[in-house]
């Protein structure tokens, strides 16, 4: 079994040295050569002064990709309060690095994202029904919170109610996540809208990123 992974390990280093360009511009081409090394536990970003950093360039390309995500984090955390989708990320990335940059794909951020993660920086990634929430401040989330996050994602904002009815949870619960949310800047507070007060998640309403909005602005934006 370690003689075939040996062989293995070699066919894939002669790959990526045959296919390095490929491997560099094209992201769909990385994310398949990302599969191949974890089938034999190899990880090419594992070291930045490593066999395959050297030959392939990415480790550089992964870490200017990370200084670029903490830039675009730190400009828009007066705005999201320190989340992001990763739609909305991607995007922001690609219109900084220009149209004659290397291409990135959504999952050159999530393995960056990661490699931050792992040096304590605060970054984190959440679930959020089909996409991820990209977490750049390092306030303290537990499953509570993700919970009610992933239930703001229809709408953009979640009410004490909504929690109630959907979580089953009793008041004081939903009422402790919010105002942890609230106090950690990643929720706004809405008193003015109709029923009862509206926890807006600025994360949410991405399409809305273009303006300067406050929260009952983009409670009237919204159909």
Not at 20 to 35: A, C, L, T
Not at 57 to 82: M, S, T
């Amino acid at each position: 079994m370690s003689k075939q992974l040996d062989m293995f390990k070699t066919n894939l280093e002669e790959f990526a040295s045959k296919h390095k360009q490929e491997i560099r511009k094209n992201p769909e081409f990385r994310v398949q050569f990302q599969d191949m090394c974890a089938t034999i536990g190899v990880d090419p970003l594992a070291s930045g002064k490593g066999f395959w950093s050297e030959m392939l360039g990415v480790g550089d390309f992964y870490y200017e990709l990370g200084v670029q995500i903490i830039e675009v984090c730190l400009a828009l955390k007066h705005r999201n309060g320190g989340l992001i989708t990763l739609e909305e990320l991607h995007q922001q990335v690609l219109k900084g690095r220009g149209k004659f940059a290397q291409d990135v794909s959504q999952d050159d951020l999530i393995r960056a994202i990661k490699k931050l993660k792992a040096l304590g920086t605060g970054f984190g990634i959440i679930p959020v029904g089909g996409t991820y929430l990209i977490q750049s401040v390092p306030a303290e989330l537990n499953m509570d919170h993700t919970v009610v996050l992933q239930l703001a994602e229809k709408n953009g904002y979640v009410t004490v109610s909504d929690i109630k009815a959907s979580l089953k949870w009793e008041t004081e619960r939903a009422r402790q996540v919010l105002e942890h949310l609230l106090k950690e800047g990643l929720a706004w507070l809405d008193l003015q809208a109709p029923g009862e007060a509206h926890y807006w998640l600025p994360a949410l309403f991405t399409d809305l990123y273009s303006q300067e909005i406050t929260a009952e602005e983009a409670r009237e934006a919204l159909p």
